[in-house]
């Protein structure tokens, strides 16, 4: 809905929300570090956070400009348990949500700056002192833009610290379930890497009558980048629809779903 209503909207009509965007992104930082003994960095992670767009023209924000935000957030390696996607970002979600059966896996949503943004839109105007929820520019119109230019500089900073095995939800109901244009494929894949990294292992959700395989043509592509990075490439399909209605099942044990 809220992609819907931003369309619709001219950037010149960008209405301020300084105060509510800063006061739910401090509040959501609180709830993520609450009983941490980081629980009183929030201050400092929405300024290192704010200095990245604050007063930029919003086309003119590259993924750099989150650096020094990375450097207040130092998040630990996920061994064998990082969980990327790409195209299946509700799928992922629900799974997360039924908690039931679920490989302990990580996704960047369970990192502070993932859970933080996640949902969220921003982006100021060159001279600004504010940020605005509305408005903003989507990455059709320019990709340095400050929300697209986060998610690629926290995407890359949480593949960085992947390691062990590293495992993949593709989308099997598109045609091309891996997409160059993806950051999941330009950005996060370019970070993985023998010794940290030995395997990717991708799994190909299908919901629907639209079924690609494990043979598709971007596929053979993801598998050939994997081995000549030296990873280990193994790529599984799932249907997606049963294994959520499956979850959801009070009487089935979790060993059936999976
Ligand atoms: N990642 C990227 N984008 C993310 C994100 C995330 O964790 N979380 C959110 N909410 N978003 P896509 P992709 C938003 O095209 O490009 C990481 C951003 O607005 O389906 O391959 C994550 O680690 C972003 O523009 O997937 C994952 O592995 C879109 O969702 C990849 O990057 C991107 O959604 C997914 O990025």
């Known amino acids: 809905l809220?992609?819907?209503?931003?369309?619709?909207?001219?950037?010149s009509g960008a209405v301020p929300s300084n105060k509510d965007f800063k006061t739910v992104t401090i509040s959501k930082c609180k709830e993520f570090l609450k009983n941490t003994s980081s629980e009183n960095k929030c201050e400092e992670v929405w300024?290192?956070?704010?200095?990245?767009?604050?007063g930029k023209d919003p086309c003119e924000v590259p993924m750099e400009a989150y650096d020094p935000l990375m450097q207040?957030?130092?998040e630990k390696d996920a061994c064998n348990r990082m969980l990327l996607w790409s195209k299946t970002k509700l799928f992922v979600r629900q799974l997360r949500e039924a908690q039931k059966c679920l490989p302990k896996l990580l996704t960047l949503e369970d990192t502070?700056?993932?859970?933080?943004?996640d949902g969220q839109t921003w982006c100021s105007k060159k001279g600004s002192k504010e940020t605005f929820t509305k408005g903003c520019p989507k990455s059709d119109k320019c990709e340095r833009n400050p929300v697209r230019s986060f998610w690629n500089r926290a995407s890359e900073a949480f593949s960085q610290a992947a390691c062990g095995e590293v495992t993949a939800m593709l989308n099997g109901s598109i045609s091309t379930p891996f997409n160059n244009n993806s950051i999941f494929a330009s950005i996060e894949v370019k970070q993985l890497s023998p010794p940290q990294v030995k395997?990717?292992?991708?799994?190909?959700?299908?919901?629907?009558?639209d079924k690609e395989t494990c043979e598709n043509d971007s596929l053979r592509t993801l598998q050939n980048a994997a081995l000549d990075r030296e990873l280990e490439y193994t790529c599984k399909e799932l249907d997606g629809s049963k294994i959520l209605d499956c979850i959801s099942d009070p009487d089935r044990p979790c060993g059936d779903c999976w």
């Open 2 to 11: 809220i992609v819907g209503i931003c369309l619709g909207i001219e950037f």
């Open 47 to 54: 300024d290192a956070f704010s200095k990245a767009y604050v």
């Open 72 to 74: 207040t957030v130092r």
């Open 112 to 117: 502070l700056l993932g859970f933080v943004m």
């Open 199 to 209: 395997a990717l292992s991708v799994i190909l959700v299908t919901t629907g009558n």
